[in-house]
Antibody, heavy 119, light 110 residues
Framework: QVQLQESGPGLVKPSGTLSLTCAVS?????????WSWIRQPPGKGLEWIGE???????NYNPSLKSRVTISVDKSKNQFSLKLSSVTAADTAVYYC????????????WGQGTLVTVSS | SYVLTQPPSVSVAPGKTARITCGGN??????VHWYQQKPGQAPVLVIY???DRPSGIPERFSGSNSGNTATLTISRVEAGDEADYYC?????????????FGTGTKVTVL
């Protein structure tokens, strides 16, 4: 059973960089899957941030692309998110999730981690 | 960008049928996926590829997709079905490829 676990600071200062890591267990990050980040502001809906394949190929949401970097560390079986120049609007629960290659949906999700942008 | 519109809320009595719509331009030409999200929890996939159910999801959950509307139907509603529901598609119609979620529908069991 694949499990995903997000980790990282719960508080980030405005104009700073949000950094999160998703540890993958129960499966290899080098399998035929895309590894995604999705966020949800408090009381609001879901927003896809971007995804990465183990080869390093990435896809980003155009609305965030200029500020987002997703990377993969195969040796640690994990992938990471960096979001720069954050504002209060980036306060959200951040989820990591797995999408099987050639599918368009996410079956496995992490539990989510709340990141608050505040001074 | 592609927009998916859902009703903010749907109320249904136990044992009755809840229908949640997801409107989008020619959504019938896309594959629609549905998620259930309970408070404080991650979303759970309940329908994929318009009408397929993952293992463990009750047969009471079904989906359809045609024209400009996709629909998630919950038959014989139970108290445990009370949650937020989101539709989702992959949009490749513009210069960019992006995964889009609907606005979400809160299902209340009366």
């Amino acid at each position: 059973q694949v499990q995903l676990q997000e980790s990282g600071p719960g508080l980030v200062k405005p104009s700073g960089t949000l950094s999160l890591t998703c540890a993958v267990s129960g499966g290899s990050i080098s399998s035929s899957n895309w590894w995604s980040w999705i966020r949800q502001p408090p009381g609001k809906g879901l927003e896809w941030i971007g995804e990465i394949y183990h080869s390093g190929s990435t896809n980003y949401n155009p609305s965030l692309k200029s500020r987002v970097t997703i990377s993969v560390d195969k040796s640690k079986n994990q992938f990471s998110l960096k979001l720069s120049s954050v504002t209060a609007a980036d306060t959200a629960v951040y989820y990591c999730a797995r999408r099987y290659d050639s599918s368009g949906y996410w079956y496995y999700w992490g539990q989510g981690t709340l990141v608050t942008v505040s001074s | 960008s592609y927009v998916l519109t859902q009703p903010p809320s749907v109320s249904v009595a136990p044992g009755k049928t809840a229908r949640i719509t997801c409107g989008g331009n020619n959504i019938g030409s896309k594959s629609v996926h549905w998620y259930q999200q309970k408070p404080g929890q991650a979303p759970v996939l309940v329908i994929y590829y318009d009408s397929d159910r993952p293992s463990g999801i009750p047969e009471r959950f079904s989906g359809s997709n045609s024209g400009n509307t996709a629909t998630l139907t919950i038959s014989r509603v139970e108290a445990g079905d009370e949650a937020d529901y989101y539709c989702q598609v992959w949009d490749s119609s513009s210069d960019h490829q992006v995964y889009v979620f609907g606005t979400g529908t809160k299902v209340t069991v009366l």
